[in-house]
């Protein structure tokens, strides 16, 4: 936590002291740019933090929760930053679950009591324009729900916040889990960056030994003239990751005797519940090629009011390979037909080795009108819209190696998705800025729609058209929302921030279709309130003591109501008739100024009725969203951050978390009672250290932990060090940056540097050197 953020914690030990944050540490000039770029300021008093500023942002003035953040400075000086969701990597309870640099199907938030198969229980924003993907949760046969991390680049963050738990009512219930604001760059004179990026990592898995690398390079350039502001930003990411998936058979599922042909290479080994299996190969190993555009403009009709449009652009190609560790007599590599290993014959299909060739092409849209006079009255109006204009993934269904020259596949096609959204704000300051009563208040639409078209394809599976259809299906939900709240500070050492949030959600037009079968779906809807409350006191000059409370209603998505995406007998199976799930969040908080840093201490406790959660059909291997009867969370976080600790320069920072995570109640399937919810670690951690001997170098030491954690309900996934598993981890992080001279500088890091084996379903990447090299006018 550097200057900016502590001038937060200074604000909550003293009130009086409460200042503009850019202003702590700033000079005269540094301040007079901040206030013109109107970008969003925090100050913080009695624990509540306050927001000031014209930028776009979905941050409500008043935040009545835990706030954790990392600043540009930060991220350049402490992180080896190469996607957006990197920015996250030290902040307290957080994980992103990203494989490979470029991911943009699998990389899930996770936060306290949610784990990485719960996309849709955190909200992720960049300029107050949603970037987490309500379509679907988690993922779900070929189709990927991860927030759209790709629209945002590392090198356009200003600052990154995080609020932990469903305590303003601003946001839906998605943000039970978390919300992030990322707030890019806007100049304020002419700005222009270069920089250039390399990544290496040196791969050992099973039969595997391989070297993955990855190119980024990015520009962006920017000025203020007058009343207008611009910014343009591009990116280009050519990536290797290593693979992902493996090819398996169970001993079991072979048959004794000498049919097949007899091949070799086959590593013995035992899956996730200790049965014994050979794994045969590997797939899904990704070249991504991925192109960023993003354009601003900010015009300021008055010194208190701007309007801001973006446009993003983000184009993704992927391939993914296979390769098989079989090989026959002649020493040429087996992809399928009747094999035989060590005595057992198994019959591989034409797709045990499969390919995949994803392209995708996505616009986002935001525009928005805030006024920022700090009077009586505030307000804003803001609309965004994202668009799958393209989002297509080819498959073969004949066998390699003739599968890697054409033949026979499918193409599954999600052209015209998307979402769309609309809201007005306002603040209302009877009083003035300084009063007893800060009111926000807002109404809200959010639309979201689904299509997805699956087909065999005519010709060949590279480039051929849609054929003949194996599934189609679609929906549409809507979500009306209007909420306030009041932060009053009824008395010198008290503040309260109470809040209520009506939402009205509709799903709509669902159909699912396969070749044989069409069935339509009736339209549903709901409507809740949700209430919300903050308590704060100022227990001693450098210490306040915080209470909040809130409700949270996560409705289903259009994926887990009409999602099953594929012909035959179905892995994923939708329903039309989840119910929302419901949860009551509550945490107590204690926080201290050390004057050089900040310590808090927060017990968190989260029960959720109707989760949703993909489980398996008791007595089939078919899988389904259900609404699991009740989850419960009790933990304990722990976070610390100082500066110039013991020797000038040395800044420190670290959290722990424990988490005691179980379903309490399943009735669809009671295995699951008393066992830890999928995903979520007893115990996680991170501690970092940077040291800084002059204003040339810096030298950064991180380290991550995780516990031990499970993939399905029943917690029968006992073997956690295997494909399909999800492990415990330690792993160490080092960064150096060196500033050449006012425009040049560089950086080296090692991510993973002990190279911890680790897994979360996929294998997680090993060691990996990153160097970078960037100019700054």
Known sequence: MNKTLLSLALGAAFPWLAVPAFAQGATTSEAAEAAADNTPERTKSLGVVTVTGGQPTSLPTQIPTTIEGVTREEIETRINATDSEDALKY??????????????????????????????????????????????????????????????????????????????????????????????????????????????????????RQTFNSWQTSASLGSRSGDWSWWIDINRTDSEGQPLTFTT?????????RAGTPVYGALGGLNTTNTPWYILGTGTQYHTLQD??????????????????????????????????????????????????????????????????????????????????QGVFDWELAASLYDYSKDTQRAPTTALPLAAYGGAGTLQDQGGTGWNTLAAKGSWRPQGAGGAHIVD?????????????????????????????????????????????????????????????????????????????????????ESDVSPKAALAYQLTKDTVLKASVGRAVRYPTVGELYGATSGGALSFINDPTLKPEKSWTGELSAEKDLGNGLLRATLFHETTKNALYSQLIPNATVSRVQNIDKVRTTGVEIAYTGQNVLIKGLDLGGSLTYADSKTVADAAFPAAVGKWQPRVPRWRSTVYATYKPDARWSFTAAARYSGRQYSNLDNSDVNAFAYFGASKYFTVDFRVRYQIDKQWSAAFGIDNANNYQYWNFHPYPQRTYTAELRFDL
């Open 91 to 208: 902040l307290p309870s957080l994980l992103v679950r990203k494989r490979y640099i470029g991911d943009y199907n699998h990389a899930i938030l996770s936060t306290r009591a949610s784990g990485t198969g719960n996309s849709a229980r955190s909200a992720v924003y960049a300029d107050g324009i949603l970037l987490s993907n309500y379509l679907g949760n988690g993922i779900a046969n070929g189709t990927n729900f991860a927030p759209r991390w790709g629209l945002v680049t590392p090198e356009e963050i200003e600052r990154v916040d995080v609020m932990y738990g469903p305590f303003s009512a601003a946001y839906p219930g998605n943000s039970a889990g978390a919300v992030v604001d990322y707030v890019t760059r806007m100049p304020t004179q002419l700005e222009a960056h270069v920089k250039v990026g390399y990544s290496s990592q040196p791969n050992n898995l099973y039969s595997t």
């Open 249 to 257: 058979a169970t001993l079991a599922s072979g048959t004794p005797g």
């Open 292 to 373: 960023h555009a993003k354009l601003k403009l900010a015009y300021d009709f008055s010194p208190t009011v701007r309007a801001t449009y973006t446009l993003g652009w983000w184009q993704n190609t992927a391939n993914g390979q296979s390769a098989s560790y079989l090989t026959n007599a002649q020493g040429q590599p087996v992809y399928s037909g009747p094999v035989n290993i060590n005595g057992r014959s198994f019959n591989l299909a034409p797709t045990a080795f499969p390919l995949t060739a994803d392209s995708a092409t996505h616009y986002m849209h935001g525009l928005s009108v805030k006024s920022n006079t």
């Open 441 to 525: 208040f807002g109404v809200g639409r959010d639309a979201y729609k689904l299509g997805i078209v699956k087909t065999n394809v005519l010709g060949n599976w590279q480039d051929g058209a849609a054929f003949t259809p194996v599934s189609n299906v679609g929906g549409r939900t809507e979500t009306y929302s209007a909420w306030a709240q009041d932060a009053w500070s009824f008395a010198p050492k008290w503040k309260a921030v109470l809040g209520l949030r009506y939402e009205h959600w509709e799903a709509k037009d669902g159909f699912t279709a396969t070749a044989a079968t069409a069935q339509s779906y009736a339209s549903r809807s």
